[in-house]
Each structure stands twice: as C-alpha cells, then as structure tokens.
C-alpha cells in the first residue's frame, strides 16, 4: 500500500508535466488541425533556457533566494520560448497553411531536427545537470520503516498545472481572444469574414502553447534536475497520447489524459518491467481509442456539408 501510494504521487507528479505539454498539441490542433510536432523540442529548448538562466542568476548574480530565482526563470523562459513558438509558426508554417495537408507535418518534422541539432551543436551531446533547487519534502506517513512522503517541487509541479489549466481555460471560454480561437477552430473562413484576424489568432495560438511549454520545461528541470538535447522526442511523443487519449481539442482531456500516461508509466515501472512502460501506456491508449475514438472528453467530429 505504501509503494502504491508513492507511486501515485510520483505519476501525478510526471503526469502534470505531460499535461502542460499536452495542452500546447491540443490548442494548436484544435484551430488548424495540425499536429505541431515540433511542440516536444520546444519544450526541451525551454528546458535548456531555464537551466541556463538559472546558473546565470545564482552564480553570476548571486540571487540566493531559490523562489525568486525559479520565479525569474519561469517568467524568462516564457518570454524567450513565447518568441520562439511565434517565430516557428511565422516562418515553417503560415506560408504552407494553404498546401496540401502534408506539407506543414513534413516542415513540423523540419523544425523539430532543426531545434534538436541546434541544441546539441550549441550545448553539447552530454546530460547537462544542475543542482537541486528544491529539497524539501513532508511525510505524509510511515509504516514498516517505509515512508511515502511529498516533495515540495511535486507540489509545485501540481499547483502550476491546476493553476495554469484554469487560467487557460478562463482564457479560452471567457476573453475574446477564446472567442477568436473558437470561431477559428469551427470555420477560419467565416471567422474571417466576420472581422477575426485569423492569423493573428493562430499566432497567439503558437505563443500560448509555447508558453505552457516552457512553464513545462521549468517544471522538467526542477523535477529531474538534468536535460539532454534530445529530451523533446520522447516527452513530446508521451504528452501527443495524452492530448489524443483526454481528447485532442479539450484543454481539461489533455491534462486529464497526461495524468493517465503519468499513472500508467509509474505504476506499471513499480509492479512490472521498467522496459516496457512505454508499450504500456502507448496499449491503453490503442485501446481507449478502440471504443472511444474522439478521447475521453473529446467531441465527435461533425463533418460540415
């Protein structure tokens, strides 16, 4: 009980990550019903950036304070990666918007190599580590000399995630921004014509994903305390399931299905062989998928006539 117990935390913990990359996938699908499959590596580059920042700002700046220092970095990661997700879309995927269907997937791929080389050329092929921001932990209980205890960069890893998916649902349902990305998601060709600068909404559609990218890469660093340029492929592949498991297109079924991989991966390391918690969590989404194609809490597609 208390291994299950610990496990279930630790897959909350890995399942909030997911869920904040998996958001990013589910907005950007949900206006132009393309995979941006270059998400994953923006992600790993925000990673980088908030390790790079953070050794500037304790050792260069001397800043003691570890909250104001992950503070500093999330804003800055946010604004840096913000700028990147704006610049990709501008440059690999406007132009082709209009070609035919494989074109974007193809210069998504691209972009994803192209983001992946820079990182490794720049930073080099080794694991790049950093020292524990946060050490803390409570004891939630102990039995038999075996203690299931919550870190306190888990709880922060949680709360970031609650909190950013309310504040980006709010976003989504309640501003004219959302109003704007909803129009685009239903008819981009209406929305334009009733006035939505449908490339401006896609645009910030970029941005927003690419911020919550980098709140996830933060969240990454702080958890595991290492990245590697080439942390985006599997993350990026991992949070995708998620947002077509919770249903791609729904902001709370991309969180809700990255905690399930979260669960699934934990539990399934903890009882089974670590080797195949992959094939695990990749099993339950074919079959989730089976019966349920449109996700957990995705809608069935209406085709328009």
């Known amino acids: 009980m208390e291994v299950f117990a610990q496990q279930l935390i630790n897959g909350l913990t890995l399942g909030s990550i997911y869920g904040l990359i998996a958001i990013g996938y589910t907005m950007v699908f949900g206006i132009i019903g393309m995979v941006n499959f270059a998400h994953g590596d923006?992600?790993?580059?925000?990673?980088?950036?908030?390790?790079?920042f953070f050794l500037i700002l304790t050792t260069w700046l001397g800043i003691s304070s570890v909250a104001l220092a992950l503070l500093l970095v999330l804003v800055i990661g946010m604004?840096?990666?913000?700028?990147?997700?704006?610049?990709?879309?501008?440059?690999?995927?406007?132009?082709?918007?209009?070609s035919f269907r494989l074109a974007p997937l193809i210069s998504a791929i691209g972009v994803s190599i192209f983001l992946s080389n820079f990182v490794q050329v720049a930073q080099g092929?080794?694991?790049?580590?950093?020292?524990?921001?946060?050490?803390?932990?409570?004891?939630?209980?102990?039995?038999?000399?075996?203690?299931?205890?919550?870190?306190?960069?888990?709880?922060?890893?949680?709360?970031?995630?609650?909190?950013?998916?309310?504040?980006?649902?709010?976003?989504?349902?309640?501003?004219?921004?959302?109003?704007?990305?909803?129009?685009?998601?239903?008819?981009?060709?209406?929305?334009?014509?009733?006035?939505i600068d449908v490339d401006k909404t896609i645009s910030m559609t970029f941005v927003m994903g690419a911020a919550l990218a980098a709140v996830a890469g933060t969240m990454y660093l702080l958890y595991y305390g290492v990245v590697s340029?080439?942390?985006?492929?599997?993350?990026?592949?991992?949070?995708?399931?998620?947002?077509?498991?919770?249903?791609?297109?729904?902001l709370p079924g991309a969180v809700l299905g990255g905690l399930i991989i979260g669960l699934i991966e934990t539990l399934w390391s903890a009882y089974f062989s670590i080797e195949y918690k992959d094939v695990a969590a990749f099993s339950i989404l074919a079959i989730v998928l089976i019966f349920m194609p449109s996700g957990i809490l995705g809608r069935p597609e209406v085709e328009k006539v």
């Open 79 to 98: 604004l840096l990666t913000s700028l990147w997700g704006w610049a990709i879309e501008r440059v690999a995927y406007r132009p082709l918007r209009g």
């Open 229 to 250: 340029f080439n942390d985006g492929f599997v993350p990026g592949v991992k949070a995708f399931t998620a947002a077509v498991l919770g249903g791609i297109g729904s």
């Open 42 to 52: 923006v992600f790993m580059l925000s990673a980088f950036i908030a390790l790079i």
């Open 125 to 195: 092929a080794r694991n790049k580590p950093i020292p524990p921001m946060v050490r803390d932990v409570v004891v939630l209980f102990e039995r038999d000399g075996y203690a299931v205890a919550l870190s306190y960069k888990q709880i922060i890893i949680m709360v970031t995630t609650a909190a950013l998916l309310a504040a980006f649902w709010y976003v989504v349902q309640k501003t004219p921004l959302g109003r704007a990305q909803r129009a685009c998601e239903q008819d981009r060709k209406m929305a334009a014509l009733l006035g």
